[in-house]
């Protein structure tokens, strides 16, 4: 495998006296996708929200290519190329996709003093963009958000991450509501993207939503990882859900365990 | 080409009050013909212009998610403090002038400041500033209109409100401030980033945050506009009519809020239309000048007006409806 591209070490958040996360330990590396699953309440939205800057953690520490980053924001976590895409709302739905594409980066054309978009620009990459994050039908660059079905919204999300070189792509649950064949575009959507060199983390929980698409299967329980390293295409699904649920007190074989676990 | 471009004007905010006030023109034209003459013409322009200018900066404001209720206070207190100063010999009256300004930017960037920073509903916050700058004027003059005087031949007049003719018709500058306000508000809603940012602050405001848009100045740039555009019309308004009335503005907000919503920007943010605004300002104005030139008693305006707001409002909520619905 590639070199570390994130590391979250030893992340614990307390909301009161709620202890949410417990000292976890999360390594995404170049070019995959990590599946985290867990039950809820595990702690797997509390520790996607640290390393995208929604909420700061109690303690922890957080590397990117092995140097210490601070995220306090947002606008932090994706100034460090990591992107989070959340259904729906992470797109402004009355402004067209090449408009929320660019959204806080637009283009301009001409003399600074009139700040005006290159609209040509945008719509052109917009549609290249579209193609390639595997979108087949003809939708013009310029149609408002709301006129999108859900998958082909996480698409122009996806796609933005992709085009603005996010290195890691955080996906939490980016299938809920969606149709069969719309669930199969966002998972393709999400293919393109680590074939396009990008790592992405894939939380849902549809757990067979996971086993499609990604590389490396990450469990949590009781806010801590207690399995990061199973191999979704040589372990049973039954066998995930067993460590999910923390029904299985003996590990069955196959799953390597977290050395804290 | 036609059959894909007549869905698509009819989908239009815009299509709707266009229909309505071509409608309007007709209605009252084939009634009484005087409707269409020039000098019912240049006199309906004249305030029309000046109401405007407060509902063109009006619409980028709502576009972003806000309104603001102290423009009506705004444009009767910017001409008694800038006559004030002037009449007391304090200063000239250009420099009353820049300083009314000043202080309507001031005001807008304190409801800015409220809205914003302290995360406090604009309704409420610009109540409070209606109450503050209106309570202001009355008590500044004591209630009375500030003294009458001459301005003519004044430069400052001139160029904010000198008139002349064209042809049969009887024209204000501030016909032409209108105009140049319209194509530098559709052209920054439209064509700027600004523009952008401004229909992503009132679409998803977390969104736009989260991509690095600066919503909190991007909307206090608004509040300072709408609150200079409100100065600027109470300014030109009292030396057309020369007189500086502490009560004058009263109501405006609400006028100006039914011309932005009735042209089809969105009361909840997001999506704006200057265009539309246009048309929403001439079919309020035009309605009330028509219902009077037709015989239908000036107490009866309000009963139109309100059926206009409901209507335009169905309408745009049955445009939205299918926009989401993806037809």
Redesign the interface.
């Known amino acids: 495998m590639a070199q570390p591209l994130v590391e979250m070490r030893d992340i614990k958040k307390a909301y009161g006296k709620v202890r949410a996360l417990e000292g976890a330990d999360l390594t995404v590396y170049e070019n995959e996708i990590v599946g985290l699953l867990g039950d809820n309440g595990a702690g797997k939205s509390t520790l996607i929200k640290v390393l995208s800057g929604a909420v700061p953690a109690t303690s922890g520490d957080i590397y990117i290519r092995g140097e210490k980053v601070s995220i306090k924001s947002?606008?932090d976590a994706?100034a460090h190329g990591i992107e989070t895409i959340y259904q729906d709302?992470?797109?402004?739905?009355?402004?067209s996709i090449a408009?929320n594409l660019?959204?806080?980066?637009?283009p301009?054309k001409g003399a600074r003093f009139?700040?005006?978009?290159d609209?040509e620009a945008m719509n052109a990459v917009a549609r290249d963009l579209m193609a390639r994050v595997g979108i087949t039908k003809d939708i013009p660059p310029t149609t408002?958000i709301?006129?999108?079905?859900g998958g082909e919204r996480q698409a122009v999300a996806i796609a933005r991450a992709m085009h603005f070189e996010s290195d890691l792509i955080i996906l939490d649950e980016p299938t809920n509501n969606l149709g069969v064949a719309e669930t199969q575009g966002v998972l393709r959507f999400v293919r393109n993207a680590r074939d396009s060199g990008h790592s992405c983390i894939f939380i849902a929980h549809n757990i067979h939503h996971v086993f499609q698409v990604v590389d490396r299967i990450v469990v949590m329980r009781l806010g801590k990882i207690v399995a990061d390293d199973i191999d979704p295409k040589t372990t049973s699904v039954e066998a995930v859900e067993r460590v999910i649920t923390g029904l299985e007190e003996d590990t069955p074989p196959g799953i390597p365990v977290a050395a804290d676990a | 080409m036609i059959p894909s471009i007549v869905p698509r004007l009819i989908a239009k905010p815009e299509f709707g009050p266009f229909v309505l006030f071509i409608g309007m023109l007709a209605v009252f034209y084939s009634i009484n013909p005087a409707f269409l003459s020039p000098l019912n013409i240049s006199n309906t322009l004249t305030f029309m212009v000046e109401i405007g200018l407060i509902a063109l900066a009006m619409t980028l404001l709502m576009t972003s998610g806000e309104f603001d209720l102290s423009v009506g206070a705004v444009f009767g207190f910017a001409p008694v403090l800038m006559w004030t100063l002037f009449n007391s010999g304090v200063t000239s009256l250009e420099v009353g002038f820049v300083i009314a300004l000043l202080t309507a930017a001031l005001i807008g960037a304190t409801s800015g400041w409220f809205v914003t920073r302290l995360k406090i509903p604009s309704f409420l916050v610009t109540l409070g500033m209606l109450l503050v700058v209106r309570g202001t004027a009355l008590y500044v003059t004591s209630g009375f209109p500030q003294r009458t005087w001459s301005p003519d031949g004044r430069l400052l007049a001139d160029i904010l409100v000198g008139d002349f003719y064209i042809g049969p018709f009887r024209l204000y500058m501030s016909l032409f401030w209108f105009i140049a306000a319209v194509l530098i508000l559709h052209y920054v809603l439209t064509?700027?980033?600004?523009?952008?940012?401004i229909?992503?602050a009132?679409?998803?405001p977390?969104?736009?945050?989260?991509?690095?848009?600066n919503v909190a100045r991007t909307k206090m740039g608004l509040f300072i506009l709408s609150a200079v555009m409100a100065a600027f019309a109470g300014i030109i308004s009292s030396i057309r009519t020369l007189a500086a009335n502490p009560n004058s503005g009263t109501g405006y907000e609400l006028e100006v809020i039914a011309m932005v919503v009735i042209g089809g920007t969105?009361l909840t943010g997001?999506?704006g239309t200057i265009i539309g605004t246009v048309l929403g300002i001439l079919i309020l104005r035009v309605m009330r000048n028509g219902i009077i030139l037709i015989g239908v008693p000036g107490l009866a305006y309000n009963i139109f007006i309100g059926a206009i707001i409901l209507g335009m409002m169905a309408l745009h909520s049955g445009l939205e409806r299918r926009?989401?619905g993806?037809s």
Do not use: K
Not at chain 1, 89 to 95: E, F, G, I, K, Y
Not at chain 2, 206 to 213: D, K, L, P, S
């Open positions: 947002t606008a994706i709302s992470a797109l402004v739905t009355q402004l408009r660019f959204l806080g980066r637009e301009v009139f700040d005006r978009m609209q408002p709301s006129s999108l079905s | 064509q700027s980033r600004v523009g952008n940012w229909q992503a009132g679409g998803n977390q969104a736009a945050i989260a991509r690095g848009v969105a997001g999506r926009h989401q993806g």
